[in-house]
C-alpha cells in the first residue's frame, strides 16, 4: 500500500537537500500546479498588480516547474519547512512555513499544500496557500 504521506515527505526532503529534479520525480505528466492562494481573503489567479510569480493555474509537469522555478527566483531566499502532513485518502496537506529573504527583508510565512495523488502513488497536482500580501509587499508588487 502506498502511503502519499512519506513519498511527499521524501519530496520536500530532496527539496531542501536542492535536489529539485528529485523532489519533482514523483509529479506526473499532466501535473496541475495552481497558486497562490491568499490564506486570509481567498482570492487566488489575481490579474491586477497583486499577481506573484508563479501563481494562477499550469497544467503538465513541465509547466509546473517553470511556476515553481519563476517563485524561487523571485527570492534572494527561499526555504520551505514542513511542519506535519495530513493524509485523507488521495489527498496529503502539507501545513508548513516558509522562510523568504528579499533585499535584506526576511519573514516567515505560513505555507498549506493541497497535494492529490493517484492510486500508483505519483502526485497529479498541489494548490499553494500562503500570505499573498506580505509576499507581493516584500516583492514590491503590491
Known sequence: MVVFADALRESYERFGRGDLEGAVDLW??????EGTLDLLTEDSY????????????HEGKQAAIEALQRWL?????FEIT??????????VLMLGHTRV?????????????ICSFRDDGRQDGVR??????VSAKLLGIG
Open 28 to 33: 506526473t505528466d499532466d501535473f496541475v500546479w
Open 82 to 91: 514542513p511542519d506535519d502532513f495530513v493524509e485523507n485518502g488521495h489527498t
Open 101 to 113: 529573504v528579499k533585499d535584506e527583508q526576511a519573514r516567515t510565512l505560513p505555507a498549506l499544500h
Open 73 to 77: 527566483s523571485a527570492w534572494d531566499s
Open 128 to 133: 499553494i496557500l500562503t500570505d499573498t500580501r
Open 46 to 57: 489575481r490579474s491586477d498588480s497583486f499577481a506573484l510569480p508563479g501563481s494562477e493555474r
